[in-house]
């Protein structure tokens, strides 16, 4: 475990140094006031197929208003420290109140959270319906059956961190394997295939759900906390700077099953602009009252 928070910090370091070189072009002298020729945002997102919708709809929200949109991809922890530092305006990928807490404690002083941007999260372990136990607490006794092995995300995600909590509130004989979103659907995919065992760190909203049949296991110890909601954060100064943009962000809200019909489209194959244009074109009354505008 301590290898995984290790490489955890080390990428952290890495993605956030790509981050400031890719994004300085697009920083001005006075903190990010926008020209009055053209509009422009920066949007920093987590690759989490749930970021990875709510990012592409609301770029193309930002683009209905007249913005040069660029979104860049990022881990937790730099894009925390990116949107505090000012090189990204902002992200709707923070995952609150219990995912990203430390996150939050390090960097919420010199950020704004906007508000939250969907409600009725969760994070917790996840197995198949098939799987014979319900509870984080049996896991020790079939620990063969799961070959000891939790299979987990990105090192530095949130999730992670509270895996890595549960593992010693539970006394659990795991080991926690880091991979990534799609590393992680990939073997839930290829076990769920054969009925074999498997753990998985889980989130919802995720397509996975959608797909095959899951269920989280009980967490009596509350490690995982309760319901989490995403919130819409932004860099210091833009409301002051753009109001019209920051307007768009406090406005942009939406459901669990919008973001799953977004994210199941792309998971199916098309691409993230096309699934982003697909929910937008379904949903213009929605759309328009994010852009504050009746027509």
Not at 78 to 91: E, I, K, M, N, R
Not at 100 to 117: H, I, R, T, W
Not at 239 to 246: K, R, V
Request: charge should be negative; aromatic fraction near 10%; proline fraction near 3%.
């Amino acid at each position: 475990m301590k290898q995984n928070k290790k490489f955890g910090f080390i990428l952290a370091g890495l993605t956030l140094l790509a981050v400031a070189f890719v994004l300085c072009a697009g920083c001005t002298g006075d903190g990010g006031a926008q020209s009055p020729e053209q509009k422009s945002i920066s949007i920093g997102y987590v690759l989490w197929d749930s970021e990875i919708a709510s990012t592409n709809v609301l770029k193309q929200v930002f683009e209905k208003a007249g913005y040069d949109v660029t979104i860049t991809a990022v881990d937790a922890a730099p894009l925390y420290q990116a949107v505090a530092s000012g090189d990204v305006d902002c992200t709707v990928s923070a995952w609150l109140p219990r995912t990203q807490k430390a996150y939050m404690d390090e960097f919420g002083d010199s950020l704004d959270l906007v508000g939250k941007n969907l409600e009725g999260a969760r994070i917790g372990l996840v197995v198949p319906t098939y799987v014979t136990i319900d509870s984080i607490e049996e896991m020790n006794g079939v620990k063969e059956k799961f070959e000891g092995e939790i299979v987990g995300i990105d090192a530095g995600a949130g999730v992670m961190k509270t895996t890595d909590e549960a593992i010693e509130a539970y006394g659990l004989e795991y080991d926690l394997i880091s991979s990534s979103g799609a590393g992680m659907t990939a073997a839930l995919k290829k076990a769920v295939g054969r009925e074999e065992w498997i753990v998985v760190t889980g989130w919802t909203p995720h397509w996975k759900f959608a797909r095959w049949d899951l269920k989280y296991l009980e967490d009596p110890k509350g490690v995982y906390g309760g319901d989490e909601y995403i919130g819409t954060l932004a860099r210091t100064g833009l409301a002051q700077d753009d109001p019209e943009a920051y307007a768009i962000l406090k406005r942009f809200h939406w459901t669990p099953d919008d973001m799953a019909s977004v994210m199941l489209d792309i998971e199916d194959g098309t691409s993230h602009e096309d699934a982003a244009k697909k929910w937008i074109d379904a949903h213009p009354d929605q759309v328009n009252a994010w852009l504050g505008s009746k027509a």
